[in-house]
């Protein structure tokens, strides 16, 4: 049985006075973090959890929800993650499925959580629960140890279609996940990460766990607010950010011709493909950019590239981190050369075991290869080029058709902030793809420009049937473009 000791109660020992957590209103250092822990895991024992048990949690960001996430696996259980982007009914199924015993919520969605037909727990309450005679005799029950093996979260993924999965994440996943991206970053005590991303999203609670083991600090915001981010930017506490391109062309635009401090090391960029346009803006800003790729079932990142790598490798996300494998391969599962696009498969450590709801005859093993459903290819040096997703491909006129080809291109036109291609019935060519663009002003876009511009790029085959304009394109949790609503949408206002 392979175990660890809980980073926080070691670095409550070690540095009991350097800070774990802080927002714009508080700060807790590492042995306070270490009390809140022990009270919150006191109380939820009290409350009638019980090791193995699952535990919802509806909230925004807070630093009582950093705790949560410590307290839930020092007692063995487990947390489902609820994405506040969702509806009471997904809610209520995700529970259903993950067969939850209570929902632990922040002030704000109290009353939302109630209809939730479950137990529902303030988190703010817990952290404040007094140590009596009871919670003594709990006390042995609270482990300074973390089982690697012990199933630590499920987080609910549907990718482009739509389809929730819950993926079933155990302690060791974002252990070793974590220990690789702090060697290849070099993250260290004294080095404070900006949580912007939520805490229901892989990449919001990766950062948790890379901070804790580093014993680096964790700057817990509510969300992303562009102003908000540049200013703690410049006041020179923030060393490193994880953001999609989305939130950084928001950030470089507010920025206008203002440079970054130095005090930033790095920002750690995924999510989405990096447009040509902003890999020309980094380099112009001299911008400490790591491109980077992962998924929820790998607890966070796969791939990523190392600070001192050259410029030109930001149109990549970066070489496989250590605990995980990574192959090109053909439908038959046969490994392509450099340079030959195909599937990208990967196994290790830091991956997923089963998904919610499935055998354990379907449990994967360590050495067992995931097929990820994404396309793309390694250049000679070993660098991943991630090109869309298998599943995307459509045949039209009998033609081979990938949207991202087509997002690429329209991405570089000037005037753009964002894009996204869906493909659409047609009577005479099967499919056609539709694009879906968000300008950067509305009043100077213009939908004939760019469809002149596109003819010059794309083979006449894959110039899109139609060109949509809207003011923002529906975004799921961490500012990803949302095929599902954007198909949803579309289907609405479109189909006769």
């Given at each position: 049985m392979e175990k660890t000791t809980c980073p926080i109660y070691t670095n409550?020992?070690?540095?009991?006075?350097?800070?774990?957590?802080?927002?714009?209103?508080?700060?807790?250092?590492?042995?306070?973090a270490e009390i809140r822990i022990r009270r919150m895991a006191q109380w939820l024992i009290m409350l009638g959890t019980k090791s193995g048990d699952r535990i919802g949690v509806l909230s925004q960001n807070s630093l009582d929800y950093a705790i949560g996430v410590y307290a839930i696996s020092r007692i063995g259980a487990s947390m489902v993650s609820l994405n506040l982007r969702l509806t009471e009914k997904d809610w209520k199924q995700q529970l259903a499925l993950s067969r939850c015993r209570r929902i632990l919520c922040d002030k704000n969605h109290y009353e939302r959580a109630k209809s939730l037909e479950l137990p529902v727990h303030i988190l703010e309450d817990g952290p404040q629960t007094s140590v009596n005679s009871k919670a003594e005799k709990v006390e042995r029950l609270i482990s300074e140890n973390i089982i690697l093996n012990n199933e630590a979260s499920v987080i609910f993924t549907s990718g482009r279609k739509g389809i929730p999965k819950g993926v079933i994440l155990t302690s060791g996943n974002y252990y070793y996940n974590a220990l690789a991206s702090n060697l290849n970053l070099g993250l260290a005590a004294g080095d404070c990460w900006l949580l912007s991303l939520p805490l229901y999203h892989v990449g919001g609670l990766s950062i948790l766990h890379r901070c804790a083991l580093a014993g680096a600090s964790v700057y817990v915001t509510h969300g992303f607010d562009c102003e908000e981010t540049n200013s703690l930017i410049d006041a020179s506490g923030i060393t490193h950010l994880s953001l999609v391109p989305t939130m950084l062309q928001r950030?470089?635009?507010?920025?206008?011709?203002?440079?970054?401090?130095?005090?930033?090391?790095?920002?750690?960029?995924?999510?989405?493909?990096?447009?040509?346009?902003?890999?020309?803006?980094?380099?112009?800003?001299?911008?400490?950019?790591?491109?980077?790729?992962?998924?929820t079932e790998?607890?966070?990142?796969?791939?990523?590239?190392?600070?001192?790598?050259?410029a030109e490798k930001l149109s990549t996300s970066g070489k496989p981190l250590k605990y995980v494998q990574l192959r090109i391969v053909n439908s038959e599962g046969k490994g392509f050369p450099a340079g030959v696009e195909g599937e990208i498969i990967v196994k290790g450590k830091t991956l997923f075991r089963v998904y919610l709801d499935r055998n354990a005859e379907e449990k994967r093993a360590d050495d067992k290869w995931f097929f990820t459903g994404d396309k793309g290819y390694l250049d000679s040096d070993g660098?991943?080029?991630?090109?869309?997703?298998?599943?995307?491909?459509?045949?039209?006129?009998?033609?081979?058709?990938?949207?991202?080809?087509?997002?690429?291109?329209?991405?570089?036109?000037?005037?753009?902030?964002?894009?996204?291609?869906?493909?659409?019935?047609?009577?005479?060519?099967?499919?056609?793809?539709?694009?879906?663009?968000?300008?950067?002003?509305?009043?100077?876009?213009?939908?004939?420009?760019?469809?002149?511009?596109?003819?010059?790029?794309?083979?006449?085959?894959?110039?899109?049937?139609?060109?949509?304009?809207?003011?923002?394109?529906?975004?799921?949790?961490?500012?990803?473009?949302?095929?599902?609503?954007l198909r949803e949408l579309y289907q609405k206002k479109h189909s006769s």
């Amino acid at each position: 049985m392979e175990k660890t000791t809980c980073p926080i109660y070691t670095n409550s020992l070690r540095y009991p006075h350097r800070i774990a957590f802080y927002d714009s209103r508080h700060s807790i250092s590492f042995q306070e973090a270490e009390i809140r822990i022990r009270r919150m895991a006191q109380w939820l024992i009290m409350l009638g959890t019980k090791s193995g048990d699952r535990i919802g949690v509806l909230s925004q960001n807070s630093l009582d929800y950093a705790i949560g996430v410590y307290a839930i696996s020092r007692i063995g259980a487990s947390m489902v993650s609820l994405n506040l982007r969702l509806t009471e009914k997904d809610w209520k199924q995700q529970l259903a499925l993950s067969r939850c015993r209570r929902i632990l919520c922040d002030k704000n969605h109290y009353e939302r959580a109630k209809s939730l037909e479950l137990p529902v727990h303030i988190l703010e309450d817990g952290p404040q629960t007094s140590v009596n005679s009871k919670a003594e005799k709990v006390e042995r029950l609270i482990s300074e140890n973390i089982i690697l093996n012990n199933e630590a979260s499920v987080i609910f993924t549907s990718g482009r279609k739509g389809i929730p999965k819950g993926v079933i994440l155990t302690s060791g996943n974002y252990y070793y996940n974590a220990l690789a991206s702090n060697l290849n970053l070099g993250l260290a005590a004294g080095d404070c990460w900006l949580l912007s991303l939520p805490l229901y999203h892989v990449g919001g609670l990766s950062i948790l766990h890379r901070c804790a083991l580093a014993g680096a600090s964790v700057y817990v915001t509510h969300g992303f607010d562009c102003e908000e981010t540049n200013s703690l930017i410049d006041a020179s506490g923030i060393t490193h950010l994880s953001l999609v391109p989305t939130m950084l062309q928001r950030l470089i635009e507010s920025r206008g011709d203002e440079p970054m401090p130095d005090t930033v090391k790095v920002i750690l960029l995924g999510g989405a493909p990096v447009p040509k346009k902003m890999v020309e803006k980094i380099r112009q800003f001299r911008l400490p950019v790591l491109t980077t790729y992962g998924m929820t079932e790998s607890a966070s990142q796969i791939t990523s590239m190392s600070p001192g790598d050259p410029a030109e490798k930001l149109s990549t996300s970066g070489k496989p981190l250590k605990y995980v494998q990574l192959r090109i391969v053909n439908s038959e599962g046969k490994g392509f050369p450099a340079g030959v696009e195909g599937e990208i498969i990967v196994k290790g450590k830091t991956l997923f075991r089963v998904y919610l709801d499935r055998n354990a005859e379907e449990k994967r093993a360590d050495d067992k290869w995931f097929f990820t459903g994404d396309k793309g290819y390694l250049d000679s040096d070993g660098y991943l080029t991630v090109t869309g997703r298998m599943d995307d491909m459509f045949v039209s006129g009998g033609e081979n058709i990938y949207p991202g080809e087509i997002e690429v291109e329209a991405a570089s036109y000037p005037h753009i902030r964002a894009c996204a291609v869906l493909a659409v019935d047609d009577t005479e060519w099967g499919k056609r793809p539709v694009l879906f663009v968000e300008p950067v002003e509305t009043r100077e876009f213009n939908e004939q420009d760019m469809a002149a511009y596109l003819k010059t790029r794309l083979p006449r085959i894959k110039i899109p049937e139609r060109i949509i304009s809207l003011n923002r394109l529906p975004r799921a949790a961490i500012g990803k473009i949302d095929y599902a609503a954007l198909r949803e949408l579309y289907q609405k206002k479109h189909s006769s």
